[in-house]
C-alpha cells in the first residue's frame, strides 16, 4: 500500500519529478499602454492633417509653376523656379480688386443679417414659451433636408421679380437667414441660467432687454462661430452670384476664379494664384477668431 503512486497529484509527482505550478501571464504596465495609444492618436492625427493639407499645399505650388511645367509627366510637387510673377498676372488679368470689394460686402451682409436673424429665432425658440414653439421648430430643422438647389430657381424667379438682378440686394436678400445658424443659436440660449433672467425680470426688465442686455452679451462665442462659418459660406458661394449677376462689375471672388476655366484651355497657375490670394482672408478671420470659435463650440452642446 506504501508503493500506490498517488494519482490525484499527477504523474509527475508521483514519478519524483519537481512538482511545476503556471505562471500568470504578465500584465503591460498600465503606463506603456497608455503610452501607446497617444503615440497611435497623434499619428492619426498627423496622417489626417497631412491628408487635409495636400490639396493647399498642391495649390501654392502650382501656383508658382509655369504652365508647361504643370503638363510634366511624372508631375512635380515642387516648381523647378518659383514663378511669383503669376500672383499679380492673375490679379490684373480680371478685375480682382473690384471682386475683392464685391465678396466683402456680400459676406458681411449675410453674417449681419444671420446674426440677427439666429439670435433672435433661436432666443425665441430657446427662452419664450408660446403654443407650438417645438413643432415648428421641428419644422424649421426639417427645412435643412431640402437640398439648397432644388429652391434656385425659385429663388431666381422671386428676385428677377423684385428687379434685383445684378445687384447687392439680389446677391445678400436670400442669404440672410440661416436654419443651422438659428439652431446653433437655440442650443446656446438654452444653456444661460434661467435665474440670471429671473433676476433681470424682478428688476423690472421686459423681455426685449432680458435678451439684449443679459442673454446677448453672454452668447459671443456662439456668436462669432456663426458668423465665421456665415462669412466663409458666403466668401466661397459660387453658384449663386454666378446665377444673380450679369455684369464684371458685380462678380466675386468665386466667380472670378472660376473665370480662368475656359472651354478649350485652363490657365492653371493663374488660377491657383488667385485662389490662394482668396484663401488669405478666411485664414486670417479664423486666426482672429478662433478662441471665440472653440469656446462656442464647446458650449453649445446637444442638450
Request: proline share 6%.
Amino acid at each position: 500500500m506504501g508503493g500506490r503512486v498517488d494519482r490525484r497529484s499527477g504523474g509527475a509527482a508521483g514519478r519524483g519529478l519537481p512538482h511545476t505550478t503556471a505562471e500568470p501571464p504578465k500584465r503591460r504596465p498600465a503606463g506603456r499602454t497608455r503610452r501607446a495609444r497617444t503615440v497611435a492618436a497623434w499619428a492619426l492625427t498627423a496622417l489626417l492633417a497631412a491628408t487635409m493639407l495636400l490639396p493647399f499645399l498642391w495649390m501654392v505650388s502650382t501656383s508658382l509653376m509655369s504652365e508647361l511645367e504643370i503638363y510634366r509627366f511624372p508631375p512635380r510637387l515642387l516648381p523647378a523656379a518659383a514663378q511669383w510673377d503669376n500672383y499679380p498676372g492673375a490679379l490684373t488679368a480680371r478685375p480682382f480688386g473690384r471682386y475683392f470689394v464685391n465678396s466683402f460686402i456680400f459676406a458681411v451682409g449675410v453674417v449681419l443679417g444671420q446674426l440677427t436673424t439666429a439670435a433672435t429665432t433661436g432666443y425665441a425658440f430657446a427662452k419664450l414659451e408660446f403654443r407650438g414653439r417645438d413643432r415648428l421648430f421641428m419644422l424649421f430643422l426639417s427645412t435643412m433636408m431640402v437640398p439648397a438647389v432644388v429652391v434656385l430657381i425659385p429663388r431666381f424667379l422671386l428676385i428677377d421679380h423684385l428687379g434685383w438682378v445684378d445687384s447687392y440686394a439680389g446677391l445678400i436678400s436670400t442669404e440672410l437667414v440661416s436654419v443651422w445658424g438659428i439652431f446653433l443659436m437655440r442650443q446656446y440660449f438654452r444653456t444661460v441660467p434661467r435665474e440670471l433672467e429671473d433676476a433681470g425680470v424682478i428688476d423690472g426688465a421686459g423681455p426685449w432687454t432680458v435678451f439684449w442686455r443679459i442673454s446677448l452679451p453672454l452668447a459671443k462665442p456662439a456668436l462669432a462661430t456663426l458668423g465665421l462659418f456665415a462669412f466663409i459660406e458666403a466668401w466661397k458661394n459660387l453658384l449663386w452670384p454666378l446665377i444673380v449677376t450679369r455684369s464684371m462689375e458685380m462678380r466675386t471672388v468665386e466667380v472670378g476664379i472660376a473665370s480662368f476655366h475656359g472651354l478649350f484651355i485652363t490657365n492653371w497657375p493663374f488660377q491657383m494664384a488667385a485662389a490662394v490670394t482668396a484663401v488669405v482672408p478666411i485664414v486670417l478671420l479664423f486666426l482672429f477668431t478662433q478662441r471665440y470659435f472653440v469656446q462656442g463650440i464647446q458650449m453649445t452642446g446637444f442638450r
